[in-house]
């Protein structure tokens, strides 16, 4: 197989992945009205946890011996898990599902200043200006003090910061844990802390339909998962990567749909200044990869 084919097939899967993700994220947002974000939390757990555990004892990755590093790293990104979860839930039920997931996009912006700050990656002044550009953008969707201006955007900015927390020390664990343990690992966690707060206020009564579209979106939530690992596997991570941006499309479209919420031009704007930035530092990434790779070369030669 070309490179050409892998590529476009790596980015049919990951914009497939970013589908997976927003029909989870619609598909919670449908259960609002009636489960508290806590509910929703324990019961997508407890579907998710059945379907993985499954997934990893057919591939024999439901028992993991791992060196305590990873075990220390799986603590935090736990705590980057779940907090991540937490804000995302509490903006995507207060506010537009194309907005949350707006703001939701600096993640590869932050996770580079993130890598410069505790990895010491190099990352030189164009992709500096390109993030604080990007950041921009999100200020233009999130646009505090204007009229009508919901504040429930800072639990999405709160989202970002956990979850790249979570991704960096995700960089950090060892070959020895598969993708499938740390998945499993996740859910079991959301899982507990969901039903522990679950408990905190009146448990609401939960009908037929609303399990069967938390089921769903567990469903949806693993497909997402395991279609971007497949995605990151084939083809080149400077050509997929950016394709990331589909989930974009995908949470405008299911909105107006599914919502009838049409994203004003503000947000489609500040939209489009994250996308632009996030695309441009995944190619500044590219192009210091093969100059790094050119000198390696140059050196052994």
Known sequence: ?????????????????MAGFVFNDATVKLTAANLSIYQVMLLRGIFATLF??????????????????DWKAMVLRTVGEVGGTVCFLTALFNMPIANATAILQALPLVITVGAALFLKKAVG????????????????????????????????????????LR??????????????????????????VGGLMSLTEPWKPVSTTELSLLA??????????????????????????????TVLLWSIVLGIVIFDEIPDGWTLTGSAIVIAMGVYTFHRERLNRKNSLRQTEDNSN
């Open 1 to 17: 197989m070309d490179h050409r084919s892998e590529n476009i097939r790596g980015a049919l899967l990951m914009a497939a992945s």
């Open 52 to 69: 993985i555990c499954l997934l990893a004892w057919h591939q024999k990755a439901l028992f993991v011996r791992l060196p305590g590093s």
């Open 125 to 164: 002044w164009r992709r500096y200006l390109a993030v604080l550009v990007g950041f921009a953008g999100v200020l233009v969707i999130v646009r505090p003090g204007a009229e009508g201006f919901n504040a429930y955007a800072y639990w999405a900015i709160g989202a970002v910061l956990f979850v790249t």
């Open 167 to 192: 991704d960096l020390v995700t960089v950090n664990l060892s070959a020895r844990a598969p993708s499938l343990f740390i998945a499993l690992l996740a859910a079991i966690s959301i899982t507990i």
């Open 216 to 245: 769903g979106a567990a469903l949806f939530l693993i497909g997402g998962y395991l279609f971007g690992i497949m995605a990151m596997r084939v083809g080149e991570i400077a050509f997929v990567s950016p394709f990331r941006y």
